[in-house]
């Protein structure tokens, strides 16, 4: 599966941003998808998860309660409502696909497949 990430922007704090992953293939709803992301200087985290039939996600502690991750799974696009946006929240967005959920909640034997990411900046 190919993976396409967009909708990273520069944002102030306090402001939203939606990303959206675009998967090729006729497979998409075979995938647990996650989105992980890289500040500068730092490693790569997860962020969120979704499980293939988008009943089951999971975040990371500090965007709980802020991000919303879903699916569509007819238009084979994962999403991530980000709010209530911190200067913290500044990094490298990646969308990740992988049949196992195992793997979409950890960098650790992490998923098989990444999306090319996208920036997104949130001003103080």
Do not use: H
Request: charge should be neutral.
């Amino acid at each position: 599966v190919q993976l396409q990430a967009s909708g990273g922007g520069l944002v102030q704090a306090g402001g939203s941003l939606r990303l959206s992953c675009a998967a090729s293939g006729r497979t998409f709803s075979s995938y647990c998808m996650g989105w992980f992301r890289q500040a500068p200087g730092k490693e790569r985290e997860f962020v969120a998860a979704i499980s293939w039939s988008g009943g089951s996600t999971y975040y990371a502690d500090s965007v709980e309660g802020r991000f919303t991750i879903s699916r569509d799974n007819a238009k084979n696009t994962v999403y991530l409502q980000m709010n209530s946006l911190k200067p913290e929240d500044t990094a490298v967005y990646y969308c990740a696909a992988d049949p196992d959920m195992t793997r979409v909640v950890t960098t650790i034997r992490g998923p098989d497949y990444w999306g090319q990411g996208t920036q997104v900046t949130v001003s103080s």
